[in-house]
C-alpha cells in the first residue's frame, strides 16, 4: 500500500492522543496540569501533591496528601538486591544507571505483571518513590559515600537530597528542588512519554513502559540538554569576561552547532518553566555567594534570544540550579527523570484506561517494489 499523506518531519504539529493531563499553548506559553497553571503550582504545591493531580486528576485534600506521603515512604527504601545490582555496575552514565536498576525494579515486584488499574495506581507510586531513592543513592556512591536509608519523615524533595549528600538540606534548597520536581513532572506528548504510551498501548507493563521512557529521555535533544548545558557553561568557564563568553557562543552559532537548553517544539515564547529556574537560579548562586554560573547563563540568554530569536527552555537555568544545589552534572538528566517518572505513570495509567494499539505507517521512500530476488550464489 502506497500512502498519498506526507509525514511531517518529527511529526511536528501531529495530535497523536486525547488526553486530559496536561494543557499546552506554545503561542501563549501556557502550561497546566489537569488545568492548573504551573506558575500557581510551581508556587504553592509539592511535588505530592503534583503526583495527586497527575494520578487522579485532582489535587489531594490535607487526609490524601498524607495517606499518598506514608505511601511514598514506605516505598521508598532500596531493596538488597538492587543496591547490589547498583554496586556491581560498572561505572558509566546515570542515565544507563537508571535505566538498568528500573528495569531490575519490575523483576522484583511482585504486581509487575498485574496490569490492573489499581495495581498499576500502586505501582506508579512505589517506581516513582524508588527512582529517587536510586539516583540519590547512585550519586552518594559516585561520591565514595556508602547508602543512606530514607528518612520517611522528609518529603520527596528534602530526601532526595538528604540521600545524596547525607545532610538535611535547609528550606531555601528543599523548595528550590522541589519546584524544579514540580516544573518537570509532565510535559504533553514529549519524546519520552511517548515512547511511554506507545509501550503502555501493547498492553506491555508499567515498568517496561518507563523503561522505554528513561532510554528516549537520555537523548541530548530531550532530557539530556541539561547536562549539555553545564558542560557548556564549565567549558567556557566560570571566570571567562563577557566577551568570551560572547564569543564562545558567537562560535558555536557560526559553527550551526545548537546551544543547549534553547528552542523548543511547541512553545513559541518563552517556556513558563524558565522563569521559575532562571530565578532560582540567581536566589541559590545569592545565597551561595557565586551569581558568576546564573550571570554567563543570562548573558548567554541574551546573546541566543538576539542572534536566533530563540528562548531557554526547561534545561537552560535547571543546570546552573542543580549545579549551585552541589548537584553533580551525571544526575542532572536522571534528577528529570526522577520527576518525569510521575507524568510518565500518569500517561501509562490513562492509556490503558482507553487502550487501542499505537502503530502508525511510513511513507515508503526505498526500492521500487518488486526487486528481482537473486539467490545468495547469484548475488
Ligand atoms: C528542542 C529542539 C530539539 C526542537 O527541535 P525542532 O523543533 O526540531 O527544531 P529544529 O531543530 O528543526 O530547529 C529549527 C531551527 O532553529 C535552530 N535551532 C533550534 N534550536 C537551536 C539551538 N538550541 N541553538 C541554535 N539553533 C537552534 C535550528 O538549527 C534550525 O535552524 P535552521 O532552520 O536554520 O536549520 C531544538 O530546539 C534543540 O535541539 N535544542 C537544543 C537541545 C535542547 O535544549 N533540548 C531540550 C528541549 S526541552
Redesign the pocket.
Known sequence: MTTEVKPKA?L?DVVAAASAICYLDGERGVLAYFGYDIHDLARGASFEEVCHLLWHGRLPNRAELGDLQSQLAAARPLGEPILRLMKQLPASDGMDMLRTLTSALGQYDPEAGDNSAQANQRKAIRVTAQMGSIVATYGRMQAGGGPIAPDPALGHAANFLYMLTGNRPNALSTRAFDIALVLHADHELNASTFAARVAAATLTDLYSATVAAIGTLKG???GG?NAEVMRLLIEIGQDAPGDRVDDAIRAK?AR?I????????VYRTEDPRATHLRRMSRELGERAGNTRWFEMSQRIETL?KGE?K?NP???FYSASTYYTLGIPIDLFTPIFAVSRVSGWTAHCLEQYANNRLIRPRTDYIGPQYPQTFLTVDQR
Request: aromatic share 4%; charged share 25%.
Open positions: 518529527g511536528e541530548p535533544l530531550h540538554a552559532l550551526k545548537k546551544i543547549p537548553g534553547f528552542g523548543h517544539r541566543v536566533k530563540l527552555n526547561v534545561d
